[in-house]
């Protein structure tokens, strides 16, 4: 054990830390610009990154959601069933009253039943993945109730007007992007809820020791998450103008692509900050869709297939040297 | 300002029906060194904790300066210059160690909320730099951390708040000899600033060596304060046990005793970067021991000799002769009748929360099955447990009782005794003692003498001296890594001689 | 020193509460629940989740999880009915689709135990990609029916017989061998394992290998009760028997909570609640999900709340994520 090398180690560390994603990302790039040949220039046309880019913007809350949930250990089978609530809520409201509505709407049932479901993983203590199960399981009914009710059915499931969709559309979605990408950086790497949250994640009883106070951190999660999560709605239904739903947990469906999102992100976040590696990852993720549609790879079925194999090949690099116990 | 920085008076602590603390009165003065020991259970720990805020009292007082003082929370002992590194706390492994250090009190290194990452770093490093204290960098997050870095975290928490009272709970028995010795100093320092120190150890020798005052506890009560440098550990070993401890401790006869036939033949044992051709005999009733200091390697030649080490990095052969097998991985050593006793008992040794019967069981599975069918009889199981409990008297209320909910001797003798249950031929102790009081010290040392004269071979790996010198019939001792010296057991083998070779 | 096992209130809570929720829906009902046809009607339903759980109850007693079954389940069922079809030989659904099985839980395992690939990460990237091939395939070939030669699988019979030997043989593996002994202590402490010298790798890759070869099993179940394939073959099954594995009472964490009899109450139990609903009327999608999911949410809470007063203090919020996020970092 060396005395006087700590702050050498520190700085040298740094100045590694920026070699990495700079390589990683001209890896990426690269790979863009010779896939963007060989399908003939279909590939980067400005239309084409439009479209990536638009469609990866609202997963990235939803994502961000994630790090914070699984920061402090919690996993939410229930997202997408609180996301499509809070869609139709924003839709319902934002035909009412314009895009003041689809705002409130969104954030306001997104954030409610957040909030809900972590006073229900902190004060039942349930195991929150199986508790997130049964959650699922009963905000499909209520999206499944409100779909086929007489009175509800047309307000939610209409489309939502197009004027009042701007949040969804560039360059609002990128503009909202960056703003929460700062936010969420520095709420995540550089404040204390953010450490706090990390610390009864990594080790609660030693957290409590500490002088944390580990239900009010809990909660201040909830609200971060049930912030991110309303905004996710928000974004969603302002890209998508519609959303459906069918029951039998088939909400879960939604929060795939997210959670491979998140997952990318996590493996890569040894070298990149995991809230800066959200972002660059979706776009990564919707690019290869993308592609594999120029490629004329079905959808739904084989480019399923491809992300589940992208996801492996992504962990088995992460993992490459990881000693340890792995579960 | 009174002589007197801390004084306690009638303080009481209950857990349950536990009386843990009874009727505490205790003092310590300004810029003293004052030494609290006691069996496990004896209370010691928990009256640190109250002191350093943890715990509440149940009654009775506490006065800090004079001033009547009782702690809500480790923050609030903090904010009267109190602070404690406890046994086994930790540190968040999934956080940076800079960040471990001023965790949930980070304010001071934000400004409008956000946090000044460089300015925390640089104030950690200079805290370990004015005690002078190792330095593990500080933006790698802990859990891959050795258990002494990860002490030095806490030490450098604790004096964060720069304290007028510290304390350390256990802190030695995690360090290796010379960051001990960087501790010794911290607290003579310490004592030279005119602050006071609470210590707990176990290590009889190193608590008179460094402490002015010693208070024994046994059973919650304070039994009595000795002054350090008029007693003898006889002296406390008899007030903790509350009557003379019988028999000896370590072996009483001074010289090598053992067959001439040999048990373990180990041939340039080398694991990359950590060892380097490492070759020794280890004959049948033989107790080998093994000392060095940190970075010496001979925690990894008990790894490597039981076959855990990378199989990439490691090369030699490790011969058992009694079967004439070559240990390649530890499957092969589990099934030659070899047994391993790991440093880190509660992670690495214990299913900690399963109870005693699988514990005891789980080495023992593939012997007591048949071998037809792969049935295993769980009465077999049972007995084999209940067997073990009885012979080891394990201070339990049954087989079925979780390993957590038992004291740390008692953890340890289940540790040991797993191996014991079974025909072993060789047997690697990897700090037997680590962590538990007299009492089960001296029982684990019988347990040794036994296993001896049954003929079992034992590596006795270790990071106190005095149990190595006390134990062995030849002393290996390690440096860098490498083999420095071989020594025969004898009555004017010392532990300065030992020393010189190690460093 | 001989003690008599204290019987904890965490592990009678799975018996409780089967057994509330069945007097609960036969009161309902009017004893309608307890007729021979519906209590057969519930073992015909639980059969697929307790088949599937019996595999991925040596996988959480790791400690870890697999997710993949429902769409291993599929995978392997498609493949072997296909097989069967093009072949004209109806029996070599079986023996493909129970291989089909076998091979992708060798293929998890291997990923997990090998190239530590968390468990979690590992199911849900399965999850996408194995369904979207079992989609891709079934868009190919479309659905199938099970061929004349093999209605034998249709059987009550046959179901029943072979149903019957799983739970033995599974139970005795579990229970009584080295296998269920050493996965229990590897969920207990993976590392304490390792240094007592089990090979802890061979173990995690058994435990997938045996999950997905009941997958495989559950192929045929699921065949046998649809007479065919199905877009909806294993749908969620995963988390159907996820749920019925931890509504037994198995902690996430496995170790010594993982017990086989819990497999089957908390299967039974989540049946009950499905078809007690529809008995009382309330089959209607919208309204039974809801009051399932609200079913569920308070019998966890009641069994928590029990096992925490009955003196189990290890009920420790932790996913199976977090679990492998804190080890790696």
């Known amino acids: ?327 | 300002m009174s002589e007197n920085i801390l004084e306690i008076r009638g303080l009481n602590k209950y857990f349950g029906p536990t009386h843990a603390n009874v009727d505490v009165d205790f003092t310590l003065k300004r810029g003293e060194v004052h030494g609290l020991i006691g069996e496990n259970g004896s209370g010691k720990s928990t009256l640190l904790s109250q002191i350093a805020g943890l715990y509440g009292s149940d009654s009775g007082e506490m006065k800090v300066n004079g001033q009547p003082y009782k702690p809500h929370s480790p923050l609030d002992a903090y904010d009267h210059k109190i602070a404690m590194v406890m046994q086994e706390l930790g540190v968040v492994g999934s956080l940076p160690a800079g960040i471990n250090v001023f965790l949930g009190r980070m304010n001071r290194f934000s400004k409008a909320g956000i946090l000044n990452k460089k300015a925390l770093y640089k104030e950690v490093a200079d805290i370990l730099e004015k005690w002078d204290l190792s330095a593990p960098p500080l933006n790698r997050n802990t859990d891959g951390m050795s258990i002494e870095s990860r002490k030095m975290i806490e030490l450098a928490r604790a004096l964060s708040v720069d304290p007028e009272i510290l304390l350390l709970d256990e802190v030695t028995q995690s360090l290796s000899l010379n960051n001990r010795e960087r501790l010794y100093k911290l607290i003579e320092k310490f004592k030279s600033m005119g602050r006071s120190i609470i210590v707990i150890t176990h290590d009889i020798e190193e608590m008179i060596e460094i402490t002015d005052n010693v208070t024994v506890l046994r059973d919650g009560a304070v039994v009595g304060t000795v002054i350090s440098s008029e007693t003898t550990p006889d002296e406390i070993r008899n007030m903790m046990v509350g009557r003379e401890v019988e028999g000896g401790y370590y072996r009483d006869d001074y010289a090598p005793d053992f067959s001439d036939k040999v048990e373990l033949e180990v041939r340039n044992l080398t694991v990359a970067g950590e060892i380097e051709n490492v070759s020794f005999d280890v004959h049948e009733g033989e107790i080998l021991g093994f000392c060095g200091l940190s970075d010496s390697g001979i925690h990894t030649v008990g790894q490597a000799v039981y076959g855990l080490t990378d199989k990439k990095l490691t090369s030699g052969t490790v011969h058992l002769m009694h079967n004439d097998t070559y240990v390649n991985n530890a499957t092969t050593a589990l099934r030659n009748n070899v047994g391993y006793v790991p440093k880190d008992r509660d992670n690495e040794a214990l299913m900690i929360a399963a109870n005693i019967r699988d514990n005891f069981g789980l080495p023992s599975v593939h012997v007591i099955r048949n071998k037809g069918t792969g049935f295993i009889h769980p009465g077999k199981v049972k007995k084999l447990s209940n067997d073990m409990v009885d012979k080891l008297s394990v201070k339990t209320t049954g087989i079925y009782q979780t390993m957590d909910s038992l004291s740390g001797g008692n953890k340890q003798k289940v540790n040991l005794g797993r191996w014991l249950a079974k025909d072993i031929k060789l047997l690697i102790l990897d700090c037997p003692t680590r962590g538990v009081d007299v009492g089960v010290k001296a029982y684990i040392y019988s347990i040794m003498k036994e296993a001896k004269k049954d003929n079992i071979a034992m590596i006795l790996i270790s990071d106190e001296l005095t149990e190595v010198l006390g134990m062995s019939d030849r002393i290996i001792v390690m440096k860098d890594g490498k083999v420095s010296g071989e020594m025969d057991r004898s009555e004017d083998l010392t532990e300065q001689k030992v020393i010189g070779v190690m460093i | 020193m001989m003690q008599k096992r204290k019987v904890k209130a965490a592990d009678i809570i799975p018996f409780a509460a089967f057994i509330i929720l069945l007097i609960f829906f036969a009161a309902a009902s009017k004893g309608k629940m307890l007729s021979a046809y519906n209590l057969k009607l519930l073992i015909e339903e639980s059969i697929q989740t307790i088949v599937v759980g019996c595999g991925v109850l040596f996988v959480v007693a790791q400690g870890s999880i697999d997710l993949t079954v429902g769409v291993n389940l599929a995978l392997s069922g498609v493949i072997g009915m296909h097989v069967a079809t093009m072949t004209g030989v109806g029996w070599l659904a079986i023996p493909v689709s129970i291989i089909c099985g076998t091979l992708v839980g060798l293929l998890n395992g291997f990923l997990v135990a090998k190239c530590k690939v968390p468990s979690f990460t590992l199911s849900i990237a399965m999850l996408i990609g194995v369904r979207g091939i079992v989609n891709f395939i079934q868009t190919k070939i479309g659905i199938e029916y099970v061929p004349d030669d093999l209605r034998f699988i249709t059987t009550a019979g046959f179901r029943f017989t072979l149903f019957a030997i799983i739970l033995v043989a599974f139970c005795y593996i579990f229970e009584f061998t080295r296998i269920g002994r050493y996965s229990q202590a590897i969920g207990e402490n993976e590392t304490t394992t390792r240094f007592i010298g089990i090979p802890v790798t061979k173990y995690k890759m058994l435990a997938f290998v045996i999950s997905g070869f009941l997958a495989g099993v559950g192929a045929i179940f699921s065949m046998g009760s649809v007479g065919g394939t199905s877009m909806q073959m294993g749908v969620f099954l995963e988390m159907r028997t996820a749920m019925a594995v931890f509504f037994g009472g198995i902690l996430v964490t496995g170790g010594s909570s993982a017990k086989f009899y819990k497999v089957i109450l908390g299967s039974l139990s989540i049946t009950v609640i499905t078809t007690g609903l529809s008995l009382i009327g309330l089959s209607d999608s919208q309204y039974s999900e809801s009051i399932e999911g609200i079913l569920l949410l308070i019998i966890l809470f009641v069994t928590i709340v029990a096992s925490r007063t009955g003196g189990r203090k290890k009920i420790v919020e932790k996913t199976p994520h977090t679990k492998e996020a804190g080890a790696q970092s």
């Open chain 1, 1 to 327: 054990m060396q005395t006087d090398l700590t702050k050498n180690v520190s700085m040298d560390e740094n100045r590694r830390a920026w070699v990495f994603p700079l390589v990683f990302i001209i890896v990426i790039v690269a790979a863009f610009v010779i896939f963007n040949a060989v399908a003939g220039g279909k590939f980067l046309t400005l239309l084409n990154i439009k479209n990536i880019i638009s469609h990866a913007v609202y997963p990235i809350f939803i994502a961000w959601g994630f790090c914070f949930l699984f920061a402090c250990g919690y996993t939410d089978m229930s997202i997408g069933g609180v996301i499509v609530l809070g869609s139709f809520a924003a839709c319902a409201l934002g035909n009412q009253i314009g895009v003041g509505g689809v705002v409130i709407g969104g954030m306001l049932v997104g954030f409610v039943l957040m909030f809900v479901n972590f006073l229900i993983f902190t004060y039942t203590k349930i195991p929150s993945w199986i508790a997130g199960i049964s959650l699922a399981l009963i905000y499909e009914a209520i999206a499944f109730a409100l779909k086929t009710g007489k009175n509800t059915s047309s307000v939610v499931t209409s489309a939502l007007n197009s004027d009042y969709r701007i949040l969804g559309q560039l360059p609002w979605s990128l503009v909202i992007l960056a703003v929460g990408l700062v936010l969420v950086y520095l709420l995540y790497n550089r404040t204390n809820i953010g450490y706090n949250i990390r610390s009864i994640g990594g080790n609660k009883k030693v957290s409590q020791a500490m002088g944390i106070d580990v239900n009010k951190t809990l909660l201040a999660v909830g609200v971060i998450c049930g912030l991110l999560i309303g905004l996710a709605c928000v974004m969603q239904e302002s890209y998508a103008g519609q959303t459906s739903v069918k029951t039998g947990l088939t909400s879960i469906n939604m929060i795939f692509q997210p959670l491979a999102i998140y997952l990318l992100a996590e493996i890569l976040q040894k070298h990149i900050n995991i809230i800066i590696g959200v972002p660059i990852c979706s776009v990564i993720l919707y690019s290869v869709f993308n592609m594999l549609t120029i490629m004329k790879v079905p959808s739904g079925t084989l480019q399923e297939a491809f992300l589940g194999a992208f996801i492996i090949i992504f962990a088995l690099i992460g993992q490459h040297s990881v000693k340890g116990v792995v579960k």
